[in-house]
């Protein structure tokens, strides 16, 4: 499972959403000495999760002033993570766990990139879900989510592999192309996704401004037919879209292509990210570029 919000504000404005969200997915990992064992924070190497790492990490979700990139001195400006002006830290648990909170902040301008967004993400494994239950995972993201002025976000089922996944296609084509379900794409801080929507998902999360152009709640709802589907507002102008009552990985082969997703998908199509693969093409890789094109539109042809 993994959880993702896409938030278009500075550190400073949300280090207390975030460390509240932090909060709850400790509380919700408690008793699993395998959760929590590494982490890294700003430029600090990784490291054993310890009172000193805590020390850290508090600290960063505690900023004691505002401060601007575009104020920075030249020295300061040349060591950003050392001076705090790009705050991230990670939460670890042990290799293939399948538990893990990081959070990294957009850089502070006066003017900030209309492109760029902080991003918070956590995951857990499957058999997390398995044990508690998708009742208690919605409940946990939806906590998670509820102090952060997102402008979109997601959790649902993921293949959490490492980032040289699109070299892994011969491995992965047997599940990706048959189960629908499973999200690939990992986006982050450097794909300055901002308002633009990460796919379709189990739990869909929907801020402004495309909450706004979609008509709000109530022109969302009227969009999307499925019995399966459930529309629920939040505070702050924000909603979540839970399509069924526990995320599904589809299966093709068996008839299961999960009409709400494609239905939602089509929806949110406008604003949903572009295919972010196309320097494969310029790498002689065309061939993979369109099955992974395949993939990104799976909801939608």
Not at 171 to 178: E, M, S, V
């Amino acid at each position: 499972m993994r959880i993702v919000f896409f938030v278009p504000h500075d550190h400073f404005d949300i280090a207390a959403g975030v460390s509240h969200a932090l909060d709850r997915y400790v509380r919700a990992v408690e008793g699993r000495p395998s959760a929590l064992s590494e982490y890294t924070c700003c430029d600090w190497e990784p490291s054993k999760l310890g009172e000193r790492g805590w020390e850290l990490i508090r600290a960063t979700l505690a900023p004691r002033e505002r401060r601007y990139a575009d104020d920075y001195t030249r020295d300061e400006a040349f060591y950003p993570l050392k001076e705090g002006a790009d705050p991230y830290f990670g939460l670890y648990g042990e290799q293939d766990s399948g538990y893990s909170f990081t959070y990294h902040a957009r850089i502070p301008w006066r003017e900030a990139p209309p492109s760029r967004a902080s991003v918070l993400r956590a995951t857990l494994p499957t058999e997390y879900l398995e044990e508690k239950g998708a009742g208690f995972v919605r409940e946990l993201a939806l906590d998670m989510a509820s102090r952060l002025p997102f402008a979109s976000g997601h959790a649902g089922l993921a293949l959490d592999v490492a980032p040289s996944r699109l070299a892994r296609l011969d491995t992965l084509r047997p599940i990706i192309f048959r189960h629908p379900g499973f999200d690939l794409r990992d986006a982050g801080i450097r794909n300055e996704l901002n308002t633009r929507v990460d796919g379709v998902h189990w739990m869909n999360f929907l801020g402004q401004p495309v909450l706004g152009e979609l008509g709000g709640a109530t022109g969302l709802r009227a969009r999307l037919q499925s019995p399966s589907t459930d529309v629920r507002p939040l505070d702050g102008e924000r909603l979540v879209v839970t399509l069924g009552p526990e995320p599904e990985a589809g299966d093709l082969t068996q008839g299961q292509p999960l009409p709400a997703y494609r239905e939602l998908a089509r929806v949110l199509e406008p604003w949903q990210e572009p295919f972010p693969w196309g320097h494969l093409r310029k790498q002689g890789k065309a061939t993979e570029e369109e099955e992974w094109r395949r993939w990104w539109r799976r909801f939608l042809d």
